[in-house]
């Protein structure tokens, strides 16, 4: 008789540890099945850009010697048209094509702004961006031709760091705002 319990005995140890790790399998298993699924962001959805419509609009550079604006077509992305404004501003600073030169490119736009008509252009002018007489006359010319070829632009504002100045450069009077002319 003795030795079925040696057999026993070992037996029940066996179970009682297989029993305990059972369980504690099974408590762990329970509760990741009983544990609530982790939170996932809603699906909100993000707010989409307006489409974008394209356009091809004219972009004026200057000649070499600064004597005659050369109009260029660019090709533009925009959602309103306070967008087709600005982006046909920063298309002033892009390379010209060919002899065309930018006289924007080294002036940098701090902000170009859409309101009833009038658009304020503010910028930030670098001392290399400065020119001569008839660089000025250029720089303001493009800028009036490239932003009232928009029947909706009837006025603009140049503004230097925020604030209205006398001259660009120096050598031309600047209006607050300039107005588009009768004849165009």
């Given at each position: 008789m003795r030795k079925p319990i040696k057999w026993v005995l070992p037996l029940l140890l066996l179970i009682a540890i297989t029993a305990a790790c059972g369980?504690?399998?099974?408590?762990?298993?329970?509760?990741?099945?009983?544990?609530?699924?982790?939170?996932?962001?809603?699906?909100?959805?993000?707010?989409?850009?307006?489409?974008?419509?394209?356009?091809?609009i004219d972009v004026f550079f200057a000649d070499?010697?600064?004597?005659?604006?050369?109009?260029?077509?660019?090709?533009?992305?925009?959602?309103?048209?306070?967008?087709?404004?600005?982006?046909?501003?920063?298309a002033l600073q892009a390379e010209g094509e060919g002899e065309a030169q930018s006289l924007w490119k080294p002036?940098?736009?701090?902000?170009v702004k859409l309101d009833n008509g009038l658009v304020t252009v503010d910028i930030h002018l670098p001392d290399e961006a400065r020119l001569g007489a008839p660089g000025e006359a250029m720089v303001l010319d493009n800028l009036e031709q490239t932003l009232f070829q928009f029947d909706f632009v009837q006025s603009y504002d140049l503004l230097v760091d925020g604030q209205p100045v006398e001259t660009l450069m120096g050598h031309i009077e600047l209006e607050h705002p300039t107005l588009r002319s009768a004849q165009e």
């Open positions: 369980s504690n399998s099974a408590t762990k298993g329970g509760s990741a099945a009983t544990e609530e699924p982790s939170a996932t962001p809603s699906a909100t959805p993000e707010p989409t850009e307006p489409a974008k419509k394209e356009a091809k070499k010697e600064l004597n005659a604006a050369i109009k260029q077509q660019a090709d533009i992305a925009y959602s309103d048209d306070a967008d087709l404004v600005e982006q046909a501003v920063k002036i940098e736009l701090l902000s």
